[in-house]
Structure formats: C-alpha cells, structure tokens
C-alpha cells in the first residue's frame, strides 16, 4: 500500500507524540512515584517550615539566610516578569548546547579514530592524557585573554569541560569492541569504514551517551563558571549578581534553576539511551 | 579446494613471574580439503585448532608456512627481515595486513565463518543481520531482502524478521548465523564449535538442518569441534589433533553414506578408536593428552 506524504507526515507526528509522551512519563515518572513522593513533599515541607521556625543563637529567624520554598516561589516569578530570567535561562541553554555539541561532534570521531587504529592513538592520545589532567577552571584566565570576555570564551569553556570525559570514553568503548564482531564482519568483506560505521560505534554507543551524561555534568559547572567570570548575561551572572547585592532568594532560584536543567537534560539522555539501545533489553 | 601447508603459529608471552616465554599454538600443519566435503577438526582444548582454522580464514597470519584457497594465498606471509617489514608498511600504511580495503567491501575470499557464540550483531534485526552480511557482498539494495528472506525462510526463522537477537534463544542465533553465512552464498563455512554452546536436543536438530542445507548448497564445510559424537555424524573426514604442541595426530576418513543413523556400528567402532586415542591423564595440568 501506498502511502501519500501528507499521511507520512501525520504518522511521524503522531509518532513523535506518542514519543514525546513516554518521555515525559518516564521522567516524571521517577520524579512522582508512589516511593519517592512522601520523600519530595517531607522535603519541600521542611523547607518552607524550618527557616520559618528555626531561629539563629541571636535571636533572628534562619529565614533571613535561607529563604523558604514560598519566598524563593516569589522571587522567582517576580524575576521572570521583571527582569527577564527567562531570557538568561535560554541565553545560557543556547552557549550550553553550542559548547556540548562542539564537544560532542569533536569527540565522538577522534576517539573513534583512536579506539579503531593503533597508530592513530599512538600519535594522538598522549597529547591528550597530558591535557586532560589540567582542570577546566584553571583555563579560565587564559581563555579570557585569548578570546575576550564573551561568548567564544564561555563556549570554548563549556566545550572543554565536556570534551575529555567523552573522548576517553569513546576510545575505550570503542577499543573495547568484541574483536568477534569484527572478525564476522571482515569475514563478510566489510571495509573498515564500515566497521567503524556499523560495528565499532553501535558496540560503544552505550558508553557513549553515558560519557555525554558525565559531559553535561561538567558542562553545567563550566557554564556556571564561564558566566561568573566574563559575561553580562546568563545564570551564572544572574547568580554572581545576586552574590554582589546579597540577594539569597535570587541565587537560591538560579540554583535550584541549574539543578533542574541539569536533571532535565540527564533525563533526556536517559531516554535517548533506551531508544539507541532498544536491542540490548529486548530480552 | 584448501590447502595448507606446513602452517606453524607462534605466540609470545609473558609468565606470571615477568619472564617471556614462546608458544606453539600450531606446528607444521599440512593438509588439503576438497570441494563439498565436511572436514572436522577434532582435539581437546587448547590444541590450536581454532587457531588454525582462524589462519584458514585469514583473520590471524601464520607464523610460517602458507594457506591457499583454490590456488589464492589467503594471507601473505609477515615480513621476517627488515627490509620486508618496510615494503609491508609502505603497502599496508597504517592499516592491519588482517583488515580489508579502507573504503569499499570488498571480501577477499568467497567465505564464510561462524563463531560458538554466534557473534551476529545485536544492534540488528534478524533481518538487518543478514541484509548487512548480504550488503558487505555488494548484493544491490533491491535483491538483498529477498534473497535474506529465502535464508531466513530455510533456516526457519521467518517469523522472527524485526527481532533482535537478544529476543532469540541460543538455537535460534545459531540459526540465523547459519543463514547470514549461507546467504552470501560461499563457497566455504569456517564453523568455529558451532553447536557448542546450545542444548543437547537443541544441537541435534541443529546438525540435521546444516546436513539439510549442505546437502541443498554443496558447500565446503569446515569445522572445529570438542564433540566426537558431531563429527562422526557430520563429517566427511575427521582431523585429530593433539595438543603441545597443536598438530595433526591422525586422520580418519568416514565412508558411512548419509542419512547415517547417531548409533551406527560403523560409525560406534570409529568412535572408539577415535577416544582411544585421547587418554586421561590426571598427572597433567590439561584435562586430557594424547
């Protein structure tokens, strides 16, 4: 039967839907199951009622350091009206995804390149054990002297933090490939541009996502820090700002705002994993 | 027609004491197999027989000696003088000598091989598996579903097309093994203790389907096995070899006409002089010597 492209699209709509909704059940569904929600509400009640009741040795109520759930509530919609969080949140999103997808799209290849070929990885990996042990931060001061305080700045720094974590991982899934597979596949006559296409990078693709996890972790600390350092916009530099006027229910919203990115995009990966790896829990 | 001659395999290793140390997976194996005939390779573990038939495949390189199929060498020989080495870098640049061209599939032998565990792609469908087998062949994209499904169909797995092989049972992997290596139509199986690592029951019905299947292709098989009771059903011809170091102990060829029944006097009389000749040694570290 053949089928018209107006029906194609509708029915990768509808897949994508249908998608889109086992997703957010998956993921919320860690968050709001039976076992885990009498832990969130003990914790969000405990957070409203503790800096309420408790008081410091001199007398003042612990409220006045750390802001209960309902004044960082507060805070939080009166910095979206008024002074447009939302804006810094996709401001930092967009420099977030641009240094990880660099990152990504960098790694990937040359640890495969690594992983496949001997003498590739003898010519290449020393350079970078000996890189990788400096940590991210401490390119901070350089990076703003080579590039200025900005986005390539902020972006290099975010590519760095999420760059080592996926290369090694890449080159060690893929070093690790079952020299099985490869044999029935030269066997059968496969290039090695195929092996690496169709059997070294399906045999890592698990660790490869798990690296990307590890890599938006450090991204996230390297985004936080790239906008404190040099910036005029973004989380970080909301976060900073906030710091400079003490402003505590500000910071705490634009912690608890990275921590759920963070989670966000931890859960996003989740899923990608299931659907990439949809044939090792077929069982 | 196979033909290796005087083909040796050497390792080195290095002990738990940090000495260095040689081993010989395989000295001086000489031996010719003809078109359409199922040889097995017959020894107890670790007697280099895998080995030797990883060399008939080209997926490892003879110390010394050679393997031709049908008058090709299958691997050339590695380079042993300096000057050798460096033609062999100049040619193969910074590939392997064991790996194909970089760009195009292009197999360098009309074979096939099958592995004890199966080694068929878990991030494919059954019917991908064998698709992709059919691809590497330069079968076009037209005639590769086809033809998949016509192995599929003989090897009883067409009910099976879009599962993965973790949904299979470990019958059913060799099955499609068996029918990704048949679809390509070669001219020789390499089987690698192909029914090794399934049920008694299992195997039996296993080696009744590849007799089938042999029986429709004419096919060279050639196959390594621990399981005296397979090869003397199966095989044309049975190679014993023994171990340390892994050579051919004795050859015995089985004239007994197919269909043969597992129980044949014939093939039970064989069968003792072929266990007479492993003996139990408890002395020894290995399980068995001959």
């Given amino acids: ?283 | 027609m196979i033909e290796a001659r005087n083909v040796s395999k050497f390792f080195s290793i290095i002990n738990e004491d940090r000495t260095a140390d040689g081993i010989t997976a395989v000295l001086s194996v000489s031996l010719m197999i003809e078109d359409g005939k199922i040889v097995s390779l017959l020894g107890p573990s670790g007697c280099g027989k895998s080995t030797f038939l990883e060399i008939l495949g080209g997926l490892q390189a003879p110390t010394e000696g050679n393997v031709c199929i049908d008058g090709v060498q299958v691997l050339e020989p590695l380079p042993s003088t300096r000057k050798e080495m460096e033609a062999y870098r100049k040619k193969y640049k910074f590939l392997s000598p064991l790996a194909n061209r970089m760009w195009k599939n292009q197999p360098k032998h009309n074979i096939a091989m099958i592995f004890q565990d199966y080694a068929v792609f878990p991030w494919m469908t059954v019917l991908q598996n064998v698709m992709f087998a059919l691809k590497l062949r330069g079968v076009p994209r037209q005639k590769r579903e086809d033809k998949a499904l016509v192995y599929l169909k003989k090897v009883g797995l067409a009910d099976s097309l879009r599962k993965y092989p973790a949904q299979l049972s470990g019958g059913m992997r060799q099955r499609l093994a068996l029918a990704r290596a048949l679809s390509v139509e070669p001219k020789i199986i390499l089987m690698d203790e192909p029914f090794a690592a399934v049920d008694a029951l299992t195997r039996e019905r296993l080696q009744d389907d590849l007799l089938r299947l042999w029986g429709e292709t004419g096919i060279t098989i050639v196959m390594v096995t621990h399981d005296t009771d397979e090869a003397l059903y199966l095989s044309d011809e049975i190679v014993v070899f023994s171990p340390n170091p892994g050579t051919i102990r004795n050859r015995f060829d089985i004239d007994v006409p197919r269909p043969r029944r597992r129980s044949d006097p014939e093939l039970l009389e064989l069968k003792s002089r072929i266990t007479s000749l492993f003996k139990y040694d408890i002395n020894h570290e290995s399980e068995f010597s001959i």
Avoid at chain 1, 54 to 83: E, K, Q
Avoid at chain 1, 271 to 279: I, N
Wanted: net charge positive; aromatic share 12%; with cysteine.
């Fill in chain 1, 1 to 283: 039967m053949l089928k018209t492209t107006h029906q194609k699209i509708r029915g990768t709509i509808r897949l994508g839907l249908r998608e889109l909704g086992y997703f957010f059940k998956g993921a919320a569904g860690n968050l709001f199951s039976r076992e885990f929600i009498p832990v969130l509400t003990l914790f969000l009640v405990a957070w409203e009622l503790l800096p309420r009741t408790m008081t410091m040795p001199d007398g003042r109520p612990i409220g006045n350091l750390v802001p209960p759930l309902s004044a960082v509530a507060v805070t939080f919609w009166d910095m979206v009206t008024n002074r447009g969080f939302l804006g810094d949140v996709a401001d930092s999103m967009g420099k977030f995804f641009l240094g990880l997808g660099i990152a990504i799209v960098t790694a990937i290849p040359i640890g495969t390149l690594m992983g496949w070929n001997i003498s590739i990885r003898k010519r290449v990996l020393p350079l970078f054990q000996l890189l990788s042990p400096i940590p991210p931060p401490a390119w901070v001061p350089l990076t703003i002297i080579i590039f200025g305080v900005g986005l390539p700045m902020q972006t290099f720094l975010i590519f760095l933090g999420a760059f080592y974590p996926i290369l090694f991982n890449t080159y060690q899934a893929v070093k690790d490939t079952d020299p099985r597979y490869l044999a029935s596949a030269r066997i059968f006559g496969a290039s090695e541009l195929t092996l690496i296409l169709r059997v070294y990078f399906w045999h890592a693709i698990g660790a490869i996502i798990m690296s990307v996890k590890t890599g938006v972790a450090i991204g996230l600390v390297m985004l936080v820090i790239a906008e404190m350092y040099g910036g005029r916009t973004g989380i970080g530099y909301v976060l900073n700002e906030a710091k400079d006027y003490f402003r505590i229910p500000q910071m705490v919203v634009c912690m608890v705002t990275l921590g759920l990115i963070g989670w966000f995009l931890i859960e996003v990966l989740k899923f990608v994993e299931l659907k990439a790896a949809v044939w090792k829990g077929g069982r």
